[in-house]
């Protein structure tokens, strides 16, 4: 038999069923990812993700895998952490204090060197291939059944074009904030009332009944469900355009980053279930010191403050933290005091829900030019990302008569992160 | 021997058979020495006297060249690489400021210096040091926002200045011995009365810095910071009209600045097909203004500066990134440290002929 | 060999059904439909009334709603044969082309970024191929042949030029939307869950471009495509580390062998700044290779995305997953379309007309009294179809009356024009005029509907709705903006109106292209009578529920 090894032959076995059952136009009920998840998706316990982006690749060497002294290491130290024995780079002192929250991962190499490549892989889990993000497929297998918020938000400062959801539908395509400020068309039109507004809601839903009459109803109801989630984000409005406490904006820090995490604070303590916020600027081809002394002093203290925020409020234990970027930055300096992109030996940091923290997996060799042990790529980090969560990456999302593996069949999660 | 080989031994004792021409011609400007380092250069620095050459360089150490004998010795002891050097008169005391933060003292005249002083002196880069006129006190700034003002003889913290909002840059003091002046990365240059302690007043060199907007972070400051000799006048370094920060798209720029006044007196900027930083500024005592800058592919160049004119009247075009300059006492020679490792000097005279031809 | 078994099968079955030419194709699509189910006709929906049909049909073929005087005129015409003569006028429209253009940028290009070939050349070259109703054969030739280097036929390059020609791209969309197979999985191995795909199919299909590269002229900086004479392609599995080589290949017809490498293997020799061209092109071989009559797959792609465009869901579904574990839903209607394709030298223009003319896409989308929900893939009844970004955005322009109020401008400025340099001007009568203007002065519009509600990449047929959206429908001033009355558009025609039953009815024939039920016009009067109401903004809100609601939502 040449097939499937890698796959675990019962679960094709299942998708296989599942497919048929589809096809014969029966209800799919049983979506294995979403029923594991289900027992915990009771408001205020569901399983729930953070992504710091470092948008552009931060620099290892200047973050969770410092060289000082080495041919390549930079001019910046290395500082103990709350971990006996884990050093970080001396421009992170706050988050050092919070690294028995975390992990680092120090032996990523995604053979990619281009930002949206790199990005997609780290995203998706997949080197090519329209898939889902981490995000949406958070979204749909976690967010709980008549949430208030959509499933992915994405708090950015600047467009990036993702296409987040690929098969698992608009619903789960990541919500964008540009920064704090809420998303579009949340405000009814102007020279309308609440009363007027009503009423015209009140009416469409009088001619959609009308229609609806010995019609098939599963398209109507997700047109419908779209207006109830504008809804809510409407009555929402409030929440996302009221100003951050003064005390916290002192301790995340009064600049983009400080608002748009304290925002994420709130999303996740209003139950959201995966909040991306993107850090942006790490792109440092000149000056890379002094853009990671820009970068890195004003990610750090309010990361810290975020992490410590959602430890101190019980959230961390559903949560799972990633930080990372789409790359890391090349030993080598070049004649700039540039870094350039370098996909081949670079880390990222997880933590919180299903990660065991702590920990440092594999390593980098001395001159960190190369991984020395524990080679892993953006599938081993997806699938580990998911199982964290709970979610069988080995199985299949089973998507309109169309079974697709959810994670990279040939990648593995990384166990010994696994809490 | 071959002079019309550049030399690569040192070439300022000057070989007998050699004439010299003693002519300061800025415009014949040549290499006649280079000194190696396996590591990119950060700075260099020569003694008053003209004995020493020091590099700091993208490691931990600090290379020592004698102009003389082009005998190297390497100074360790810092935990981070080494940005800003200042000597004493006499040329036996260095002092040298790095990334971790620390200021240390060496004694130029032992065989093989160790620190004789550490300072702790900032949380973080202590990216400038300077020595006061008088020779008693030192002033540094770093990343902790602050200037500070030290006691040479035993290191201990006269004067603190705080009021930067951003990292600052460079720090020196004014030749009167009684105001300091630095320069953060926004452009903000302020001016401390060492009498009572506070600011005394401000420049806002604003073209010096630059917001990149696609990166979401600032971009500027001093990378090198000079009086005149009558003090009449303060030359800054660094850059300007920031494009691409990221990709290292940005002019050099050297400003000119009327002390009295506060007031801009010019904008010196080379060729616009030169994309870089300005790293070097040095006041000539025959009263011109000499410039060095790296370009973003890794060329260097030298300029040269008239009082009163609007352009350089001459440049220099290196093959290696110029990321500092320092001016020996006699007045014409010029110390270049090159991202390639290396240290030239640069004779600004004509070529030297071989006697009798 | 699973494969080959299924194609012969569909072939007997086809036979089964005696080709008659005296049997138009679409009563023979309507045998197929109900066959070996004696109760279908029982089940089935009947017809739809002619409003909708004519609403319905509109929209397929020509992207909009009609107006409500194109309404009032259909449900006048007392003519037997009123639905054949309006699909064949509907075909002949500029507007016909124009919705073609659409579907076809979005089924080929999936609303990704320009790249090399600027999007509004291929959207010209789409719309006149299909307003020649150039066959689907010669089309797809003239994709997959051009290498971009002659202006003429640059705009068709557009397909392998802004997918870079990277294997992964080119050789997934290739399976995907010429043969209706997704190969994606079978490019590491074997498909893991589709025994059919496996990874000789994606490298055979590889196999025709592995050659090929971009080249950028130095001097124009045109991108264009080269090509090796040399290189093979070889596989590993990343399960069984088992290899393979292969040579281009569609699926599993026999491989196309190169020919003897001659002496001199190239026309162009590659050197620095030139742009190589070998004397044999194993890419100039893919179209080919992709028209052979033997390459059943591509005749079976298209017909199931014609049906799927008009029936509202694919005989294979989704489209691009053909496999034996995922048959055509109706293998005999599948024979019946593929047959006729062939025989009519792939006109799709003739597939359209046809399919529109059966009485399966002209079933109502009620289930018929008392009865159950038949199946969706029985076709009984019609299904519901979501309107595509620019139909929305064509369709809320002409119920609201900005197209026609728009129109009116831009025939008086012409008019104008022309009057000052003394011409006549009879072409602000040319519906290819009209709908050229139109389209040049809406087209930002439509762009703006197109970010809202379009995806970029795959498309899938399932119905998709997302907050953004119905943000943007409730409160984006845009729509808002249309609902201000103006000149003569629907608001302000509305307001001129005096009695409730005459408001109901001009709503109901320009927003839904129907005449309101008794209960209908009751309810448009309760809401414009209610104590609630007098506001300045009744009628204009009145419009937006109708706007926004399931009926206006989708084509049913």
Sequence with gaps: ??????????????????????????????????????????????????????????????????????????????????????????????????????????????????????????????????????????????????????????????????????????????????????????????????????RRIQLRQQ????????????????????????????????????????????????????????????????DATCVKVTHHGYDSHAENFNFHLEQ???????????????????????????????????????VRYGRDHWGTAWSIALGGCGIQPGAIIGKTNDKGTAVAEREVDAGHLFHTYLQALGIDSTNDHDIAGRSIPIGDPTAQPIKELLA | MNVKQPATADAIAAQKPLVESTLIEPAKTHQVAQFKHSVPLTTCRVDPTGRYVVAGAQDLDIQVWNLQTSAQRTLKGHTSWVRSFDFSKDGNTLYSACWGGDIKVWNMADASPEPTMTIAAHKGSARWVRLSPDQTKLATCGNDLLVKVWNIADGKLLQTFAGHERHVYAVDFHPDGQQLVSQDLMGFIKIWDLQTGKQKRGIHASLMTGYDKKFAADMGGARDLQFSPDGSELA??????????????????????????????????????????????????????????????????????????????????????????????????????HS?????????????????T | ??????????????????????????????????????????????????????????????????????????????????????????????????????????????????????????????????????????????????????????????????????????????????????????????????????????????????????????????????????????????????????????????????????????????????????????????????????????????????????????????????????????????????????????????????????KTYQRSSHVADGAEPAAETSFGVGLLKPLSSEQLAWSMMQATGLTANTLAGLKAKQIKADAKKKKESPKTEDPAWQEEALHAALNRNVTTFVKTFGTVGAQSSQFDASANQALFLRNDPLVQSWLVPSGNNLTARLKQLKTTPEIAEELYLSVFSRLPEKAETEQVAAFLNSPQAHTDQDLQQLVWAALSSDEFRFNH
């Design chain 3, 1 to 358: 060999m699973r494969k080959l078994l299924c194609c012969a099968a569909l072939f007997v079955v086809g036979a089964a059904f005696p080709a008659n030419a005296a049997t138009p194709l679409h009563e023979r699509i309507d045998s197929a439909v109900g066959v070996g189910n004696e109760q279908f006709e029982k089940t089935a929906s009947t017809l739809a009334d002619d409003a909708t049909f004519l609403r319905r049909v509109t929209l397929d073929l020509t992207g909009t709603i009609p107006t409500s005087d194109e309404v009032r005129v259909f449900l006048a015409d007392e003519s037997a044969d009123k639905r054949t003569q309006l699909v064949d006028r509907l075909l002949d429209s500029p507007e016909h082309a124009r919705r073609m253009q659409y579907v076809f940028d979005t089924m080929l290009m999936e609303r990704g970024p320009d790249k090399h070939v600027p999007a509004a050349e291929w959207q010209t070259y789409l719309r006149d191929s299909f307003s020649e109703n150039k066959p689907w054969d010669v089309l797809v030739t003239e994709i997959l042949t051009a290498d971009g280097t002659d202006e003429k036929t640059r705009p068709a390059a557009k397909f392998l030029l802004d997918r870079e020609l990277k294997a992964e791209e080119v050789t997934r969309d290739l399976g995907r939307l010429f043969l209706g197979r997704d190969l994606q999985c079978a490019q590491c191995h074997d498909h893991p869950n589709v025994n059919d795909y496996l990874q000789r199919h994606y490298y055979g299909l590889n196999a025709f471009l592995s050659r090929s590269y971009l080249f950028k002229n130095p001097k124009t900086k045109k991108t264009t495509i080269g090509e090796k004479a040399e290189g093979l392609v070889s596989f590993t599995s990343v399960f069984t580390q088992e290899e393979g080589k292969t040579a281009p290949r569609m699926l599993d017809l026999p491989e196309i062998a190169d020919p003897e490498m001659p002496k001199e293997p190239y026309k162009v020799k590659p050197a620095k700044n030139v742009r190589s061209v070998p004397v044999y092109s194993r890419r100039l071989q893919l179209a080919d290779a992709m028209t052979n009559p033997s390459n059943v797959a591509f005749q079976q792609n298209i017909v199931n995305r014609l049906w799927a465009l008009m029936m509202g869901r694919g005989l294979v579904e989704p489209l691009d997953m053909w496999h034996s574990d995922n048959p055509p839903s109706n293998p005999q209607l599948l024979a019946v379309l593929t047959e006729s394709l062939q025989e009519n030298d792939y006109d799709l223009q003739l597939m359209l007309r046809e399919m529109a003319l059966s």
């Design chain 1, 1 to 198: 038999m040449r097939r499937n090894q890698g796959c675990h032959q019962s679960d094709h076995r299942v998708a296989r069923r599942q497919f048929l059952a589809g096809a014969a136009g029966g209800v799919v009920g049983l979506s294995l990812p979403g029923s594991l998840a289900a027992a915990e998706k009771i408001k205020g316990q569901h399983k729930r993700v953070l992504q710091v982006y470092l948008q552009g690749g931060v620099s290892q060497l200047e973050s969770w895998d410092p060289k000082p002294g080495t041919e390549f290491g930079g001019p910046f130290r290395a500082i103990p952490t709350s971990v006996p024995g884990m050093h970080i780079s001396e421009l992170l002192p706050y988050t050092a204090q919070y690294m028995h929250l975390l992990s680092i991962v120090r032996s990523i190499n995604l053979k990619i060197n281009d930002h949206q490549q790199g990005r997609l892989f780290m995203e998706k889990g997949r080197r090519a291939g329209e898939f889902p993000y981490v995000g949406s497929i958070a979204s749909k297998y976690l967010a709980p059944p008549n949430s208030e918020l959509p499933g992915y938000i994405h708090i950015s400062t600047r467009g990036l074009n993702d296409s987040t959801a690929a098969f698992l539908g608009a619903q789960h395509s990541q919500l964008k904030f540009e920064g704090v400020k809420p998303p579009k068309n949340l405000a009814v039109p102007q020279g309308l009332d609440q009363t007027a507004d009503a």
């Design chain 2, 236 to 337: 800054s370094a660094g850059i300007t009209n920031v494009v691409n920060s990221f990709g290292g798209i940005q002019d050099p720029i050297i400003m000119l600045f009327d002390w009295n006044t506060g007031k801009e007196t010019a904008q010196l900027k080379p060729d616009k097909a030169f994309q870089g930083i300005a790293w070097g500024v040095r006041y000539h005592p025959d009263g011109f203004l000499i410039g060095a800058g790296a370009e973003r592919t890794g060329k260097g160049e030298l300029w040269f500066h008239k009082p009163g004119e609007k352009e350089f009247f001459h440049t220099l075009k290196l093959p290696r990134a110029a990321r500092g300059l320092d001016l020996l006492a006699d007045g014409r020679h010029l110390v270049v440290p």
């Design chain 1, 296 to 334: 890195l002093g004003e990610f750090d203290k309010t990361f810290a403050m975020l992490l410590s925020d959602l430890h101190e409020r019980g959230l961390l234990e559903s949560t799972l933290v990633m930080v990372y970027s789409e790359f890391g930055r090349t030993p080598k300096i070049n």
């Design chain 2, 340 to 356: 390639d490792g290396s240290v030239c000097t640069y004779r600004m005279t004509a070529k030297a002929k071989v006697f009798g």
């Design chain 1, 207 to 270: 001619f959609n009944q009308q229609f609806r009459r010995g019609r098939s109803k599963s398209l109507t109801e997700s047109f419908d469900a779209s207006f109830e989630q504008a809804a809510k984000l409407m009555g929402r409005k409030s929440f996302f355009e009221k100003a951050p406490d003064g005390k916290d904006l002192e301790r995340y820090g009064k600049h983009d980053f400080g608002r748009n995490c304290l925002l994420a604070r709130a999303l996740l303590e209003n």
